[in-house]
């Protein structure tokens, strides 16, 4: 069976923003669907992080992975370790944007020709007006490192509670679901 798990942002919940919506969608089309909640995603390094998430899922070639935010640098950290069958990234980043040192979910370096190998179907969907700095030019250089699909749009955050963006349907990331 196809399977999906969604991975929320910083200070989320499974219970935000499109979440959901999307996780009806797949549903309807056969998906075995999880949305976990991790409340330590970006507050605990990801050295300790990412071992406790891989303990926790199993992903393999059947697998889905949807990361928001947060969510995205924790997907490129699982596929140096795991193949999945496609990574739908939204507002990602892999590396420290504007008014932000460090983030405790960056790794130091990445490497992207494991992820690359390990996932050969990649999307990343950035807006050119994202407020916290997760932008078209982060979606960027994740695609100039795994090529894969990039969609710029001009939806900020595709949700975030601090910039008051509800974002409760994802069509878009819905539709580029394999």
């Known amino acids: 069976m196809k399977k999906a798990i969604i991975f929320h942002g910083t200070d989320g919940t499974p219970d935000d923003f499109w ?49 928001h935010s947060a969510g995205v640098p924790l997907i490129l950290a699982l596929l140096e370790h795991v193949k999945c069958g496609q990574a739908l ?34 999307v990343f969907i950035n807006s050119d007006d994202d407020p916290w700095g997760c932008d078209d030019v ?17 939806e900020g955050h595709f949700g975030s509670h601090g910039a008051k963006q509800e974002f409760p349907t994802f069509p878009l990331l819905l539709r580029l679901a394999a």
């Open 19 to 67: 979440y959901n919506w999307v996780a009806e969608g797949l549903r309807a089309r056969g998906y075995e669907v999880s949305i976990p909640a991790y409340p330590d995603i970006n507050k605990e390094p990801i050295g300790t992080f990412l071992p406790k998430v891989l303990q926790a899922h199993v992903i393999d070639e059947e697998t889905l992975l949807i990361g």
């Open 89 to 122: 990234m939204a507002a990602g980043f892999s590396e420290p944007y504007d008014g932000v040192e460090r983030d405790p979910i960056l790794q130091d370096s990445y490497r992207w020709d494991t992820i690359k190998s390990n996932c050969a179907n990649l």
């Open 138 to 154: 982060q979606g960027r250089t994740m695609f100039d490192h795994l090529g894969g699909t990039q969609v710029i749009c001009h």
